[in-house]
């Protein structure tokens, strides 16, 4: 499977991003997804996830109430919308196919996107 993840940018603080990771190369629907950081620095965390119906979704704290995760199986794709940026927010956000959604353990990953947010 493949991952291309696309929407990062620069964004003053309190503003509002949308992040999308397309898949292609194997079946979409099947799979529980994720999205992780990693700021300059530190280790990749994990920042949220969403089972392949949809229906169940996990947030890291630091992101609750700002960030929600959603998906559209007819186009493949996983979306994060990102509200309220601080700007602790900035980081390379990739996706991954998690071979876990209870864990949020990472199987495949995507490249990764760069969002900074200016204070």
């Known amino acids: 499977v493949q991952l291309q993840a696309s929407g990062g940018g620069l964004v003053q603080s309190g503003g509002s991003l949308r992040l999308s990771c397309a898949a292609s190369?194997?079946?979409?629907?099947?799979?529980?997804m994720g999205w992780f950081r990693q700021a300059p620095g530190k280790e990749r965390e994990f920042v949220a996830s969403?089972?392949?119906?949809?229906?169940?979704?996990y947030y890291a704290d630091p992101v609750k109430g700002r960030f929600t995760i959603s998906r559209d199986n007819a186009k493949n794709t996983v979306y994060l919308q990102m509200n309220s940026l601080k700007p602790e927010d900035t980081a390379v956000y990739y996706c991954?196919?998690?071979?876990?959604?209870?864990?949020?353990?990472?199987?495949?990953w995507g490249q990764g996107t760069q969002v900074t947010v200016s204070s």
């Open positions: 991954a196919v998690l071979s876990d959604f209870a864990t949020g353990t990472p199987r495949y």
């Open positions: 190369g194997g079946t979409f629907i099947v799979y529980d």
């Open positions: 969403i089972n392949w119906s949809a229906y169940g979704t």
